[in-house]
């Protein structure tokens, strides 16, 4: 573990780039009084600022986890709004709700997968971004590791990293601290297990998790969970748990949202000008296999017309709109093979969407010679769930998808046996 100052600190997230190592805990032992502070010009909400003194906690612990270098989700299949500018006003906003706040970040925060080369640069521009979001939040603790154990200054707490699954062993030798669980697909939440506090935070500035702690001062205390503050001293430190997803509906940092759509728009200025044979994407089919949906057309007229206004057809200016459209981390699930088909605006109308052929496979030779080389017209349901994931569509559900892509000319026979498609 290493313990460094402020500025140590800071220079050292911004010098993370790929192919480090980096098992790095960071304790930045300043002062309580100024770690709390909030910056000039955000007023405490009412409801916080009404709260009894009794009520409010002595301490707030904050957890950021696993961000896994996403500074948005995409938010294209309904899930969480998130993205890191609604993360820090909401850290912002629940500082005000107790004496001393402390922000501990934990898990893979700075890169999801091992970047292919096209993407090495944007994904070491979104790493430096999150360094400079955590380090905004002035973050007691910057775990990017397996397990770390820091305790918190000026106080007989202790918290431990332990990943995904931690062995009951190591929450048994943990007495008294507060175990935090990284890497792991559960939801978030927290408990008292045995004499611990097992914690799990959010993924991907999803939501937030935060415990207030009213510390027992018994030697070898345990944890309990309290729904209020205690009435009296008690013999086990008392956790009050508090979780907030950040749908559309939370406020954003607007610093921090200048701060994104900036760095959107050098990703898509760098990218563009990257080489076409160096471009990544999910699926790398041979680009000379695709037709292309407008050579669909000349058989499947009305199955195409339908698709051109549905949200597959459609689905590349979804980028276009939030100035992603050149970005390797969303281009792939947006358009039909591999690049330069994906390459927005010089991209060939063939490709962009997702076409008939990133479901029913390439067609080059089926349109040559149908008889010959037919395509299936079933789509196994892994083939959607490499896109619509548990990240991009968390509430996707395959059969009620399937029902509204009946069109005419697009299974329509199959919508009399399988009744009408839901809203």
């Given at each position: 573990m290493l313990a460094l100052t402020r500025t140590h600190a800071r220079l050292a997230l911004g010098a993370l780039a790929r192919g480090l190592a980096v098992a790095l805990a960071l304790v930045v032992p300043t002062a309580c009084a100024e770690r709390g502070t909030v910056r000039a010009g955000r007023e405490p909400p009412d409801a916080v600022s009404a709260a009894s003194a009794h009520e409010r906690a002595p301490l707030r612990?904050?957890?950021v986890t696993d961000l896994e270098g996403v500074l948005e989700p995409c938010g294209c299949g309904g899930g969480p709004a998130g993205g890191v500018?609604?993360?820090?006003?909401a850290v912002d906003e629940l500082r005000h709700g107790a004496d001393r706040a402390e922000v501990l970040a934990a898990g893979d925060s700075f890169y999801a997968r091992e970047a292919q080369p096209a993407a090495r640069v944007q994904d070491r521009w979104k790493a430096e971004m999150i360094a400079d979001v955590l380090a905004r939040m002035n973050a007691l603790l910057i775990a990017d590791a397996q397990s770390a154990l820091v305790a918190l200054p000026g106080t007989p707490l202790r918290v431990a990293v332990l990943g995904e699954a931690p062995s009951p062993y190591a929450l048994a030798a943990l007495?008294?601290?507060i175990a935090l669980h990284t890497g792991h697909a559960q939801a978030s939440g927290a408990a008292a297990s045995g004499e611990a506090l097992v914690v799990r935070g959010a993924r991907r500035s999803e939501g937030l998790l935060w415990i207030d702690v009213w510390p027992s001062?018994?030697?070898g205390a345990g944890w309990r969970v309290a729904t209020a503050a205690p009435r009296e001293p008690a013999i086990a430190h008392a956790a009050r748990i508090g979780a907030r997803q950040l749908d559309a509906s939370a406020p954003q940092d607007a610093e921090v949202r200048a701060q994104l759509d900036a760095l959107f728009a050098r990703i898509g200025a760098h990218n563009a000008a990257v080489?076409?044979?160096e471009h990544a994407v999910a699926r790398p089919l041979p680009d000379d296999d695709h037709a292309g949906a407008e050579t669909c057309a000349a058989c499947h007229t009305p199955a195409y017309f339908w698709w051109r206004n549905s949200p597959h057809g459609r689905s590349l200016a979804t980028l276009e709109g939030r100035g992603r459209a050149l970005d390797f981390d969303c281009v792939g699930c947006h358009a039909t093979g591999p690049p330069p088909s994906a390459r927005a605006?010089?991209?060939?109308?063939a490709h962009a969407g997702v076409g008939c052929e990133s479901c029913h496979g390439a067609g080059r030779a089926h349109a040559d010679n149908p008889a010959a080389?037919?395509?299936p017209s079933a789509v196994p349901e892994r083939r959607c769930r490499a896109c619509h994931d548990r990240d991009h569509?968390?509430?996707f559900d395959h059969a009620r998808a399937a029902l509204r892509l009946v069109a005419p000319g697009h299974g329509a026979a199959l919508r009399a046996g399988a009744g009408s498609a839901p809203p």
């Open positions: 612990l904050i957890f500018d609604r993360l820090v006003a007495s008294g601290a001062d018994q030697a080489p076409s044979a605006p010089e991209a060939p109308p080389h037919p395509l569509s968390p509430a």
